[in-house]
C-alpha cells in the first residue's frame, strides 16, 4: 500500500507564507510526478503545481512567482513554498503521486488527505 502524509498549512493573512510537505511512503516502485492541488467546497480539484522526476514543473499561471515546489527524491518527500498568498488562495490543499507500486506495471494516481490553508484578508 501508498501513503501520502501532508504538514503544514493552517491560518495566515493575506501577504503571508506557509510551507507544506508531503512525504510518500509504503510500497513504491518509482514515483513520476509529484505535486499539489486545491480544492474548494463544491468546486473541481485543480493543479497548483507538479514537479516531474526530472525536475520540470507544471503550474497554474496564478502562481508564478509566488508558489516554489521542489522535492527529495530520497525522501520521497514534496514541498511546496507559498508565499505573497492571497484570501481566493483558501482552500483544502492535496498532495498528488503519480506513482508505479509493488506488483504494478501501470502509473497510478494517489492522494493526501488534504490540508486547509486559509488566508485572511
Known amino acids: 500500500q501508498v501513503q501520502l502524509v501532508e504538514s503544514g498549512g493552517g491560518l495566515v493573512q493575506a501577504g503571508g507564507s506557509l510551507s507544506l510537505s508531503c512525504a510518500a511512503s509504503g510500497s513504491i516502485v518509482r514515483i513520476n510526478t509529484l505535486g499539489w492541488y486545491r480544492q474548494a467546497p463544491g468546486k473541481r480539484r485543480d493543479i497548483v503545481e507538479t514537479?516531474?522526476?526530472?525536475?520540470?514543473?507544471n503550474y497554474v499561471d496564478s502562481v508564478k512567482g509566488r508558489f516554489t515546489i521542489s522535492r527529495d527524491k530520497a525522501k520521497n518527500t514534496v514541498y511546496l513554498q507559498m508565499d505573497s498568498l492571497k484570501p481566493e488562495e483558501t482552500d483544502v490543499y492535496y498532495c498528488?503521486?503519480?506513482?508505479?507500486?509493488?506488483?504494478?506495471?501501470?502509473?497510478?494516481?494517489?492522494w493526501g488527505r488534504g490540508t486547509q490553508v486559509t488566508v485572511s484578508s
Open positions: 498528488n503521486a503519480k506513482l508505479i507500486s509493488v506488483g504494478n506495471w501501470y502509473e497510478a494516481d494517489y
Open positions: 514537479i516531474g522526476s526530472g525536475g520540470h514543473t
